[in-house]
T-cell receptor
Framework: KNEVEQSPQNLTAQEGEFITINCSYSVGISALHWLQQHPGGGIVSLFM???GKKKHGRLIATINIQEKHSSLHITASHPRDSAVYICAVERSEKLVFGKGTKLTVNP | KAGVTQTPRYLIKTRGQQVTLSCSPISGHRSVSWYQQTPGQGLQFLFEYFSETQRNKGNFPGRFSGRQFSNSRSEMNVSTLELGDSALYLC?????????????FGPGTRLTVL
């Protein structure tokens, strides 16, 4: 079993839909990161959080340390949100990554 | 401010050869981390350098090595290449390291081993 599990693996949505991607982890962590990877490989860091909730524009990330679970929400999704979203947990100053969720938003 | 740059962007090598990849961090960033991404294993941490010292290391064989120069630029080297080393190699820089600051990723070097 992977230390970091993401669901779903693939997600297709219509433009405007509310999207949720989940991340569960099995070990104690110091922080959790959400990353976005576009075709071609470039990775952008979206959030780094260790408790509660953070919001940037249409993106919201939450974490529940007791339940070892985090969610990434996208409100009013847009085709430009199509990408792979990767959850990574930080342990001993190293990042351990989930396998990613491929999101496709159709117009 | 210029982002993280990696050279070369694409590389084709044959089994048994060695390869050196380069990463130039954002100006002022002292920490450089390297990652390997493959379709099967996803993203995996290779190592992190800070102020020319390897501060952390992932679970990779000794064929994978790296170094960091006084200007924070970093190189990683893979010797005796194997087919399974074909991957996207990403570096990321941050001010002082994972856990304290956001990491900024480079575009990656796509290595193909034939």
């Amino acid at each position: 079993k992977n230390e970091v599990e993401q669901s779903p693996q693939n997600l297709t949505a219509q433009e405007g839909e509310f999207i949720t991607i989940n991340c569960s982890y099995s070990v104690g962590i110091s922080a959790l990161h959400w990353l976005q990877q576009h075709p071609g490989g470039g990775i952008v860091s979206l959030f780094m959080l260790s408790s509660g909730k953070k919001k940037h524009g249409r993106l919201i990330a939450t974490i529940n340390i007791q339940e070892k679970h985090s969610s990434l929400h996208i409100t009013a999704s847009h085709p430009r949100d199509s990408a792979v979203y990767i959850c990574a947990v930080e342990r001993s100053e190293k990042l351990v990554f989930g396998k990613g969720t491929k999101l496709t938003v159709n117009p | 401010k210029a982002g993280v740059t990696q050279t070369p962007r694409y590389l084709i090598k044959t089994r048994g050869q060695q390869v050196t990849l380069s990463c130039s961090p954002i100006s002022g960033h002292r920490s450089v981390s390297w990652y390997q991404q493959t379709p099967g294993q996803g993203l995996q941490f290779l190592f992190e350098y800070f102020s020319e010292t390897q501060r952390n290391k992932g679970n990779f064989p000794g064929r994978f090595s790296g170094r960091q120069f006084s200007n924070s630029r970093s190189e990683m080297n893979v010797s005796t290449l194997e087919l399974g080393d074909s991957a996207l190699y990403l570096c990321a820089s941050s001010l002082v390291g994972v856990g304290v600051n956001e990491q900024f990723f480079g575009p990656g070097t796509r290595l193909t081993v034939l």
